[in-house]
């Protein structure tokens, strides 16, 4: 009897690295359903990171 690979190894996890920070940080499970989309590490990174660009390009409404 075999066991089908239902178990994920820890060690597996898909990494990326953050632009801002520049430090690899782990999937996690708040973003299983966003992960393409994920480019910081952190909420504070992403402000940091849109800001940078955004602010002196920013369309007025
Ligand atoms: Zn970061």
Same mark, same amino acid.
Request: charged residues 35%; hydrophobic residues 30%; proline residues 7%.
């Given at each position: 009897?075999?066991? &089908? @690979?239902?178990?994920?190894? /820890? @060690?597996?996890? *898909?990494? /990326? =690295?953050?632009?801002?920070? @520049?430090? *690899?940080?782990?999937?996690?499970? /708040?973003? $299983?359903?966003?992960?393409?989309?994920?480019?910081?590490? &952190? $909420?504070?990174?992403?402000?940091?990171?849109?800001?940078?660009? @955004?602010?002196?390009?920013? *369309? =007025?409404?």
């Amino acid at each position: 009897m075999r066991i &089908s @690979g239902k178990a994920v190894a /820890k @060690g597996d996890l *898909p990494q /990326k =690295t953050c632009p801002v920070c @520049g430090r *690899p940080f782990v999937w996690r499970k /708040k973003w $299983e359903a966003c992960w393409d989309d994920v480019v910081y590490c &952190s $909420e504070r990174c992403r402000r940091k990171g849109r800001g940078a660009k @955004g602010a002196a390009a920013r *369309p =007025t409404t």
